[in-house]
């Protein structure tokens, strides 16, 4: 497979203590003696370059990535020495789950006007270089998980992208490229779930992996959302307008011992989008944050006590209020940092 090539663009090591180190560059496992950051806490993985510059009033809510890092150290929740920097995702990497074609239109700004109205992103090189160091963030959270049990992402979560175009805010499948390259790097195919509870459904995932055994993809969405026309999940459930806490909690508790016990797999990718929210400008569910805390809580806790490493990332959330915003989707490593905790992880 392309993907077992390389799988980060070559470029200069970070520093000491903010890097993933040669481990991701050499496709070898994290050791121990590689990790020089606080190696009993919970990892975070997180690049400044998560950001770009948008057109003014531009509808998607750019600033929120440094914000939820900036949240979880000022409430202690973390410290910066938690925090993992993914290198950008080379091409060889992307081309894992997207075409070649696509790829060099994306890469070189070769995106006419319907493509970048399809994707509401106008093309420049900031959002392909965020969108690629997003990708591999989301690979480097996946390969900590592996090591670690569990790790989050500040971004993450675009799961619209289909292998030859972007669609819905989302250019690049980042939780596709980390399955298909954990798949394609192990001595045995390994089997991946992704549960994506973003309040959109997961087409672009479904879509993808639509024919891949080992690859089952769950989403809990809100039917009468985008996008208008649905994929077909492993396992979709579709839910009504209007949802609140209790009934959405009990419709993730119904489902996800059942996936685990008979699939079975290797590792989850937990999409934890908060748009599920009732404050939430592209919602129509009713979850409080109270509600968003408990869903993720109960996602996490369930996979880790069952032995199952859990890589999670933001997915979507959109409001005006940035900081609003960005407090919501640190819901989920506080969480995590509970769960990390309670597991004595």
Excluded at 166 to 183: I, P, Q, T
Excluded at 233 to 250: A, F, Q, W
Excluded at 266 to 279: F, I, K, Q, R, S
Aim: a neutral charge; one cysteine or more; glycine letters at 8%.
């Amino acid at each position: 497979m392309t993907c077992i090539k390389l799988i980060f663009s070559r470029r200069p090591r970070l520093k000491v203590g903010r890097l993933l180190g040669a481990a991701l560059t050499s496709r070898r496992c994290l050791h121990d003696e590689q990790v020089t950051r606080e190696s009993s806490a919970l990892p975070i993985i997180h690049h400044s370059k998560y950001v770009c510059d948008l057109p003014l009033n531009h509808r998607f809510p750019m600033g929120k990535f440094p914000r939820v890092l900036h949240f979880l150290i000022k409430d202690q929740v973390i410290t910066e020495k938690q925090v993992w920097v993914p290198e950008i995702a080379s091409k060889e990497l992307l081309s894992c789950v997207h075409t070649e074609e696509y790829l060099n239109n994306f890469i070189n700004g070769k995106i006419n006007e319907q493509e970048q109205r399809r994707t509401g992103f106008p093309w420049s090189e900031g959002i392909v270089r965020r969108c690629r160091y997003e990708t591999g963030g989301t690979v480097l959270a996946a390969e900590v998980a592996l090591q670690r049990g569990l790790a989050c992402s500040t971004a993450g979560g675009t799961h619209h992208a289909f292998p030859s175009f972007g669609s819905g805010f989302c250019l690049l499948n980042d939780l596709a490229v980390a399955a298909k390259y954990l798949m394609g790097i192990s001595s045995h195919k390994r089997k991946i779930l992704i549960v994506d509870l973003d309040v959109h459904q997961g087409d672009g995932t479904a879509f993808i992996f639509k024919e891949e055994p080992s690859v089952f993809t769950f989403s809990v969405h809100c039917g009468k959302n985008f996008p208008l026309r649905k994929q077909q999940s492993d396992l979709d459930i579709s839910v009504e307008d209007g949802m609140e806490d209790k009934e959405y909690l009990s419709t993730v508790e119904t489902h996800l011992p059942l996936l685990l016990e008979t699939f079975r797999p290797d590792l989850v990718l937990y999409d934890a989008g908060v748009d599920p929210h009732w404050e939430d400008e592209l919602g129509r569910l009713r979850l409080t944050d109270q509600g968003l805390y408990q869903r993720d809580l109960y996602v996490m806790k369930t996979v880790v006590s069952r032995g199952v490493p859990i890589a999670a990332v933001i997915g979507g959330g959109y409001s005006r209020d940035i900081d609003r915003l960005a407090l919501r989707h640190s819901i989920l490593h506080r969480a995590a940092t509970q769960v990390w905790r309670d597991c004595g992880m």
